[in-house]
């Protein structure tokens, strides 16, 4: 069995500052963390600012830690997007260099149709929307009507919603099924396609957690598949199962929320296993990027700050924390999409004994190929490991 365990969280969409091609995204200006701080006033993360948080970039009025707890930096995407699953694809040693195909018209009808025909129910929708404000435009009309909610977003992505008193989940879940197998057509293509269940009334609906995502593979294997050829365990926890299509896990563990994830990861900490325990929590992008809600985000990050502690003690002398994000998702930018910008990297273990900078990395497969190292793992085709600066 390997030696140690590496425990990585994604704490999803929280971005630290613009990337230098922000603007060809629509992004100028972004910063994910920096104007969460600026627009509540009483925000604030203690314990990550302990660890080095406000020492990567300017965040608030925060002050950064003269002797920080974590080796701290940020890290550049590579790839070309700002999507999910191209930065988790990133993170574990791909560079993304085609980028999926979106639909911000709609998609086509030969798709629809042939998704009406085989589902045996109509479509409604069929455009870019906040999944929000689509279930109050067309929520009722579904109720009413049976038809699917069919939406996509400026992500690659194929959403379907529906409510759970009038469709039952299972039947969801095998039109997203359906709609997985139709969208590998190269005209159709998509990245991930989602299913969207949501309850409540007219004014009132409100999606519930039993969302499930259906991803394409990753185009080449990732460092996950190389832990698991070694020996390692690869634990997902949260939708990281989904993203990766369950390519080099050996165990997942589906979540639905934020603190269900962190739960789910001190559990798994607990255990005596050698490997990886992979997390993402999802709440800061869908409940608060996406619906530019900086008060919620706000409390969504204070929550995990609080949960920091608990996490660092449990890691055993051998163990690495490494938290981190996917891409940004300013809730004060305009839009809902993603932000193109930097993320945030902290590294903290109880064998760090000289925490300090570990600068900007050029691409976020660095996490990939520390892992590998670390783990006695075949090294990825991209990114440098950071093993030899943490001391």
Known sequence: MPKGRIITIVLDSVGIGELPDADAYGDAGAHTLGHIAGSVPDFDLPN???????????????????????????????????????????????????????????????????????????????????????????????????????????????????????????????????????????????????????????????????????????????????????????????????IFSGEGITKAIPTKSNADGIAATLREMERDFGGLVFTNLVDFDSLYGHRRDPVGYARALEEFDRAVPALLERLRPDDLLIVTADHGNDPTHAGTDHTREYVPLLVAGPGLRSPGGLGVRGTFADVAATIAERLEASKPAHGESMLGLLK
């Open 48 to 242: 990550l600012r302990k660890l080095g948080l406000a020492n990567i970039a300017p965040i608030g009025d925060w002050q950064p830690e003269a002797s920080p707890g974590a080796y701290y930096g940020k890290m550049a995407e590579a790839s070309v997007g700002k999507d999910t699953m191209t930065g988790h694809w990133e993170l574990m040693g791909l560079k993304i260099d085609t980028p999926f195909r979106t639909f911000p018209a709609g998609f086509p009808d030969a798709l629809l149709s042939a998704f009406e025909a085989e589902t045996g129910r109509s479509v409604i929708g069929n455009k870019a929307a906040s999944g929000t404000e689509i279930l109050d435009e067309l929520g009722e009309e579904q109720m009413r009507s049976g038809a699917w909610i069919v939406y996509t977003s400026a992500d690659s992505v194929f959403q379907i919603a529906a409510h759970e008193d009038v469709i039952p989940l299972e039947e969801l879940y095998q039109a997203c099924r359906i709609a997985r197998r139709l969208t590998m057509q190269e005209a159709f293509s998509v990245g991930r396609v989602i299913a969207r269940p949501y309850v409540g009334n007219p004014g009132a609906f409100a999606r519930t957690p039993n969302r499930h995502d259906y991803a394409v593979k990753p185009p080449q294997p990732t460092v996950l598949n190389a832990l698991k050829r070694a020996g390692s365990e690869v634990v997902a926890v949260g939708k990281i199962n989904d």
